[in-house]
């Protein structure tokens, strides 16, 4: 049975059974906006469909469930987030660890803004199912990754000893995803001024005294 309707030559109002219109990211894109917007449990498959005006069936043609739906969703945040921070890991020995953490924390809100409506659902996600534990878990080693870059920058002398390096690490991640509070990407703020504030902001602060 088709979900989508295309005119069929000489028949007008006539509309033949094809396969769905909506490709397989604008499904995913319209499933994190009704999940931010409603909740991910408060929300059906049959509420996704309505919402696109199509059959549930177009919409298991891309994914076989509603939680196929946010394991996309989440992997989609989670690994931006843990590329960002493997790449500092792994960087240069040559570079300090103070230069790759503010990086880091650069190229995070570069993703945070380009996967907004993703990272927002992944800070949603509370551990009320395996999937939403995995996804915990893996934002907990994105937090370890993160948190011995700050301890290896404190260890250089480069960020401020006052301060225990897990709350430094906290304090970072706290403030880029505060972003999605209110960060727009279509707003007057293009990503590369939010993104250098939000490093200016937390290093002028966490820099250690010379």
């Keep these: 049975m088709?979900?989508?309707?295309?005119?069929?030559?000489?028949?007008?109002?006539?509309?033949?059974?094809?396969?769905?219109?909506y490709d397989r990211d604008t499904v995913l894109r319209r499933a994190i906006e009704?999940?931010?917007?409603?909740?991910?449990?408060a929300t059906s498959i049959n509420d996704l469909a309505v919402d696109l005006g199509v059959?549930?069936?177009a919409l298991y043609h891309h994914f076989d469930s509603k939680e196929a739906l946010l394991s996309a969703a989440l992997?989609?945040?989670?690994?931006?987030?843990?590329?960002?921070v493997a790449a500092a890991a792994d960087a240069t020995r040559d570079e300090s660890a103070y230069d790759r953490l503010r990086a880091t924390v650069e190229a995070a809100v570069h993703i945070l803004v380009a996967h907004l409506p993703a990272v927002t659902l992944l800070l949603r996600v509370r551990g009320?199912?395996?999937?939403?534990?995995?996804?915990?878990?893996?934002?907990?080693?994105?937090?370890?990754?993160?948190?011995?870059?700050?301890?290896?920058?404190?260890?250089e002398g480069d960020l401020r000893d006052d301060v225990d390096p897990e709350v430094i690490s906290r304090l970072v991640f706290g403030m880029v995803n505060s972003l999605t509070d209110w960060y727009r990407p279509d707003g007057p703020i293009p990503p590369d001024t939010i993104a250098a504030a939000v490093a200016g902001v937390l290093f002028q602060g966490l820099h250690a005294s010379r």
Aim: hydrophobic share 30%; no cysteine.
């Design 2 to 21: 088709s979900d989508v309707d295309v005119e069929a030559p000489g028949q007008p109002g006539r509309r033949p059974r094809g396969r769905p219109g």
């Design 34 to 41: 009704l999940f931010n917007r409603q909740g991910y449990d």
């Design 55 to 57: 059959s549930k069936s």
């Design 75 to 84: 992997d989609e945040a989670l690994e931006g987030l843990s590329s960002a």
């Design 128 to 155: 009320n199912s395996p999937l939403e534990m995995s996804a915990l878990e893996r934002r907990r080693h994105i937090d370890e990754q993160l948190a011995t870059l700050v301890r290896q920058a404190a260890a």
